[in-house]
C-alpha cells in the first residue's frame, strides 16, 4: 500500500532545492500529554517516536544536516523528576536507535554543555558519537543542555584567550573565527527551522546560525508530527524565495 507521504516526496524531489540543513524546535510535549490527563514525561516519551519519524523522514527526502533541539539550559530549571524522565529517554533512545542510525550512515554529534548530564547519560552520547562516527548520510545534531547565549559567550571566551596569550590579533577576529568555536563548527547553516505547537519564538536555539533560516511553525505538537508534517515544511521552504539580505535578480 502506498504511503500518502510518497506523492508529496516525490513532488518535492521534482523540484529540487530540498533544504541541505534543516533545524527543529520540538516543542508541545506537555501539552500533548496534559490533553490526555498524562504526565508530562509521557509527553517526550511519545516525542521520542516523532524523532524517529523525522530522521528517516530526513533520510528518505536527502537532508543532510538535521538539527533537533532537544534539552534547553533553561530546562535545568524544570522538576527534577521531569528532568530525571528526560535523562533516562536519552539513555533509552541511545539503546533503542544506536544500531538503526549506524546502520543507516546517520553520524550523530551532541551539542550543548555536556558536563552537566549525569554520568549514565554522558557515557550513553560518548558512545552514540562513537558508534555513528563514520556515518556520511546525514548529521544529526541533538542540542542537549544547548543555550545559544552560552554556545556565543564560550566562543568569545576562546577567541578573548588566544588574543590575550598573543596567538591571535584583534582584527583576525571575524565571522570565520567565530563560526569555528561554536558547537556546529563544520556544519553549515540551517536552511529551515521548524518550530510545532504554534509558539512564535526562538528560544536561544542557534541564534547565530538562524540568521538567513527561513521559518516554518506548524501548530502540530511534537509527538503528533510524522514524516508528513516534515514534506509539508519542506514543500513550504521551497516555495519561499530567499534573499539574503540582496534585492531579487
Ligand atoms: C518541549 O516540549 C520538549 C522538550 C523540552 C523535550 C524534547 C524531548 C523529546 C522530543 C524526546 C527525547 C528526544 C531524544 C532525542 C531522546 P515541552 O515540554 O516544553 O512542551 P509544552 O510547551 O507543551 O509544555
Same mark, same amino acid.
Given at each position: 500500500m502506498s504511503d500518502p507521504g510518497d506523492d508529496l516526496l516525490t513532488e518535492l524531489k521534482l523540484h529540487g532545492?530540498?533544504?541541505a540543513h534543516i533545524a527543529v524546535i520540538m516543542d508541545g510535549n506537555g501539552r500533548w500529554a496534559q490533553a490526555r490527563a498524562l504526565p508530562r514525561p509521557a509527553g517526550h516519551q511519545a516525542g521520542m517516536a516523532a524523532v524517529r519519524e523525522i530522521v528517516e523522514g530526513g533520510l528518505q527526502a536527502g537532508v543532510r544536516y538535521l538539527t533537533l #533541539?532537544? #534539552? @534547553? +539550559?533553561?530546562?535545568? +530549571? !524544570?522538576p527534577p523528576s521531569e528532568i530525571e524522565a528526560l535523562m533516562h529517554l536519552l539513555e533509552d533512545y541511545v539503546e533503542r536507535e544506536s544500531e538503526e542510525l549506524r546502520s543507516n550512515s546517520v553520524q550523530v554529534r551532541i551539542l550543548g554543555d555536556?558536563? !552537566?548530564? @549525569?554520568p549514565a547519560a554522558r557515557a550513553a552520547v560518548d558512545g552514540l558519537m562513537a558508534a555513528t562516527a563514520a556515518g556520511d548520510h546525514l548529521t544529526l545534531s541533538l542540542c542537549i543542555s544547548y543555550g545559544a547565549r552560552a554556545e556565543l559567550t564560550r566562543a568569545a571566551r576562546q577567541l578573548a584567550t588566544e588574543v590575550a596569550e598573543g596567538r591571535r590579533r584583534p582584527e583576525e577576529i571575524t565571522e570565520e573565527a567565530m563560526a569555528a568555536r561554536l558547537y556546529t563548527a563544520g556544519i553549515p547553516d540551517p536552511d529551515l527551522l521548524i518550530r510545532t505547537s504554534g509558539e512564535l519564538r526562538?528560544?536561544?536555539?542557534l541564534l547565530w546560525q538562524l540568521a538567513y533560516a527561513e521559518f516554518h511553525v506548524t501548530p502540530v505538537l511534537w509527538p503528533d508530527f510524522t514524516r508528513q508534517h516534515l514534506f509539508e515544511a519542506i514543500r513550504d521552504f521551497q516555495r519561499r524565495e530567499r534573499r539574503f539580505g540582496r534585492v531579487a535578480v
Open positions: 532545492g530540498i533544504p #533541539f532537544a #534539552f @534547553s +539550559q533553561e530546562n535545568w +530549571q !524544570r555536556l558536563d !552537566r548530564l @549525569s526562538l528560544s536561544n536555539f
